[in-house]
C-alpha cells in the first residue's frame, strides 16, 4: 500500500532520539521493556519486518538466520563489532547486513584512557580505601602505581580505534609500536613503530592494548605463551572483545607478576565474566562502556537508519558488509 510505513524490528531499547526518528519514519516494533530476547523470540518478532535493528548482544548464527522470513531486507548492527552475526548465511538469504564504524572510535579510545589510567595507577584499589573508610592518610608508599610518561605502550590493531588510542598515548608522554595485518602509511603512524609479529611487540611493552575484532584467528591471542613475552610487571588493556584473553592464563600472569595490572571493559561471556577478575585486586574493571556517551549512542543509532534507509530505498548501504 503507496504510504505504508516498512516495519523495523528494534531488539534493544535505543536512545530516546534514536526511538523518535523510527516512529518517524518506520513502524518500529521496539523493545520499551529492553529485556534480551532469545533465538525464537528473535525470530518471532522479525515476522512482516522489512529490516532488524539488533546489537552485539544478540547472536544471530546461521541457523537462526535461515529460520527469517523472506521479508528481511537489512540486519543494521548497532555496534561496530559484527561477529554475531553469520554474513555468508545473510549473503545466501540476500540480506544486507551493516555495522557502525568511525561513530565510535573516540569514546572507545577514551574509554581505553581509563583503563590504561585505572589499572596503572590502581585506582579500584583506591576507592575501595575511600568507600570503605580505612584510609589513614597519606603516605608516601601508599598504592604506587605506574607512570604513563616515558612507558612503551604496544597496541595490537592500528585501526581507527587503535590509532585513536595511539594519539592520546602520544599526548601522555608514552612510546607507541603496533602490530596490525599492515602497516600504515608513515604519515599516518604518529611517529609508532610498526611489528610484522606480535612475537616482536610483545617483550618491550609495559602496556599493552588490545583493538582487533574478534575471529578466529585472533580468539585467545592472549594466552600463556603469549603473556610470558611480556616483561615482568606489564599492564593489559582489553577495550575489544573478551575473546581475546585466555581468561585463565591472563589471572595465572596476574598471580604470579607477570602483570602488574589489568583493565578490561570487555569479557567473555558478558556478563558473566570470569568470577576471577572480581577476587583480583589490581584488576580495573568496567561494564562494557566503551562507546556509553550519549552522543556516540545517538550517532550509533542515527548510522543505523542512515544504512537502513540506503537498503529499503533500493541503494546502497554506507556500511554494508556483505
Ligand atoms: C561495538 O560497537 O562493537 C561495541 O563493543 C558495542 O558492542
Redesign the pocket.
Known sequence: MPGTKSVVFVTRKLPDAVEERLRRDYAPRLNPDDRPYGAGELVEYSAGAAAILT???DAWPASLIERLPDCVRAIAT?????EHIALAAAIARGITVT??PDV?TEA?ADVTMLCLLGAARRAFEGQALVRTQKWRGWTPTQLLGIELHGAMLGIVGMGRIGHAVARRARAFGMHVHYHGRRRLPPELELGAVFHPTLQTLLPACRFLSLHCPATPATARMINTGTLALLPPGAVLINT??GVLLDDEAVLAALDSGRLFALGLD?YDGEPNLHPGYRTRRNCFLLP?L??ATLETRNA?GFRCLDNLDAVLAGGLAPDALN
Open positions: 546489537c552485539a548482544t548497532f555496534s561496530a563489532g559484527y555495522n557502525t565510535l572507545t575489544a572483545r570487555v562494557h566503551g562507546s550509533m
